[in-house]
Every structure is written in C-alpha cells, then in structure tokens.
C-alpha cells in the first residue's frame, strides 16, 4: 500500500520558534509538494520539487522554506513561526508526468500560539 | 493560467438523495481532471480521473463524473449518498501540455449529508 507519511499530526508551537515538518514518501515519485489548507481557500501551493536538491516556490512562499535531500523525504521548515502561520499542513507526491495524480499525507495541524 | 470554480462550498443533502457537485475550469487547451476527497482529518484521496476518451468517468464509492469540453466542466455526481459520503470534495485541473504542470485546485465543496 502506497503511502505518504507526515512527522506530526498535531503540532503546538510558541511564535517566533523554528518548525520543521517532515514528509516521507515510499513510492518511489519525483515530485512532492507542500500545501497549506485553510476554511474557504482551499489548498495553495507553498512550494514544490522535482528532484532532490530541486525546489520552486509555490503561490505562497513568504515564510517558508524547504529542504529535499533525499527523493523521499520532503521537509518544510518555518524560520519563525508567527501566528498567521496556523493551519493544516499537507504534503503530496507523485510521478512526474501531468495525468498522474497526487497522493497525500494525513495532514499536520499547527498551531502557532 | 488555470483557475478552477466549485460553484457550492457548501451542499447540504439528505440520505439516499442524488447529489451533483459543480467543477468549472478557465481554459480550453486539453487537461486532465481529477476528483479528490477528504475525510475528516484525514489527507485528499482520488475519487477519480478523466484522461481521455469516455466523457462519462466512474471513480470509487459509487461516484461518477462527466467531462464537457465545451462547458469546461467536470461536474461530480452520485445517485443515492450515504452518510458516510460527509467530506469535502476537491476538483483538480492539470493543462497537457504547456503552461505549468502543477495541478490547479477548486475550493472545495462541502457535502454533508443528512440523516
């Protein structure tokens, strides 16, 4: 059974702390990204990569930064966290060509106190 | 660039009523559609994917969707919804070619369905 796993499911954090978020992939995909959900905005894209070492912001970089090491293992980092930066946190892979779909993890919960 | 409307954020139904959930793209060049869904607490799963030929394409659960080239529409239906449909429901654009290769999302519509 294919999977995407992420580190935490809840995290709770204080402002101004340094987050990592890890996501782990056991299938093997090129591609991995990171998500924020937020009530009424749907998902939007925080940055994305296609290799390791490879990496492009999404819509909604400020804030955020990535590392990819290795092909299975996606992480987000928070530089600071701020209060604003409440939400669910989701991580997806998939193989590289456009018809294949993305499979995600189960999401973590921050929360920024 | 895409964009992707789901017309209802929220529809609300009862037990065993059909139901049709609304996905509208913004481009006529060739794409790949998708349905996600996600349970509470849980992360997106595919319900299904429209690459090519049949308009008409069944997923899981009993849900289905037709695609309209001509409307840019990939509206998701079922006949008869169980509680257990209660979710949220994504729809997902990627063009074919061209243009960028990240899948554009709707908003999200809401089911709930009532006993």
């Known amino acids: 059974d294919v999977k995407v796993t992420q580190s935490s499911r809840y995290l709770v954090k204080r402002t101004g702390e340094k987050v990592f978020l890890e996501c782990v992939q056991d299938?093997?995909?090129?591609?991995m990204f990171w998500y924020r959900q937020d009530p009424g905005l749907g998902l939007r894209l925080i940055y994305f990569?296609?290799?390791?070492?490879?990496?492009e912001k999404g819509d909604i970089p400020e804030g955020y930064s990535v590392s990819r090491e290795k092909k299975e293992r996606f992480s987000l980092i928070l530089e600071s966290a701020s209060t604003n930066q409440t939400s669910m946190y989701l991580c997806a892979s998939s193989l590289v060509a456009r018809s294949n779909e993305q499979f995600f993890g189960p999401g973590t919960r921050l929360t920024v106190l | 660039a895409q964009s992707v409307t789901q017309l209802d954020s929220q529809v609300p139904v009862f037990e065993e009523a059909p139901v049709e959930l609304r996905c509208n793209y913004s481009s006529s060049v060739s794409v790949y559609l998708f349905w996600y869904v996600q349970y509470p607490n849980q992360g997106l799963q595919l319900l299904l994917k429209?690459?090519?030929?049949?308009?008409l394409v069944k997923g899981i659960n009993g849900f289905e969707a037709e695609f309209n080239k001509s409307q840019t529409s990939f509206h998701l239906r079922k006949p008869s919804v169980h509680i257990s449909d209660t979710a949220e429901y994504f729809c997902a654009v990627s063009d074919q070619t061209g243009g960028s290769y990240i899948p554009t999302f709707g908003r999200g519509t809401s089911l709930i369905v009532h006993p």
């Open positions: 429209y690459l090519s030929g049949s308009t």
């Open positions: 299938m093997d995909h090129e591609n």
């Open positions: 990569s296609y290799d390791v070492k490879m990496k």
